[in-house]
């Protein structure tokens, strides 16, 4: 499978002190609390406490929710070059969450496979 990437622009953090979803980029409904992925410029805006300053790789190439692989093959080669990452799939996407300082790094070795 041929993969195309795009490294959104925003840096994206990671907080489980709201409880809220409408300005969450993604949101996570967890069994003890909910995790909500927002751009860290809102975490600052909110007073909120975050962790996991990050960039986002999304996956724009499609792929079915029965594929095997995609998220281990991308994240392998992440891992071979000692970056860090947390997917996150949802129903059409795949999101890549690397370090902020790995992102345009992360992005140019996954664009380079393609």
């Known amino acids: 499978m041929n993969f195309k ?3 959104l622009p925003e840096v994206y953090v990671f907080t489980k002190s709201l409880d809220f979803n409408k300005n969450s980029f993604l949101f996570l409904n967890e069994t003890n609390y909910s ?6 410029s ?3 805006k909110f ?6 300053e990050s960039r986002c ?8 929710l029965t594929d095997v692989g995609v998220s281990s093959k991308i994240t392998s080669i ?4 000692s970056i860090p990452c947390n997917v996150i ?3 059409d996407n795949d999101y890549f ?5 790995d992102g345009l790094k992360a992005f140019q070795i996954l664009s380079s496979l393609s």
């Open 89 to 91: 799939s949802g129903y």
């Open 47 to 52: 007073k909120t406490e975050y962790t996991f």
């Open 97 to 101: 969450f690397v370090p902020s300082n």
């Open 78 to 81: 992440l891992a071979s070059n």
């Open 42 to 44: 809102k975490a600052i």
């Open 5 to 7: 990437f795009r490294l």
């Open 35 to 40: 995790t909500s992925i927002i751009e860290k």
């Open 57 to 64: 790789i999304k996956l724009l190439s499609k792929t079915r």
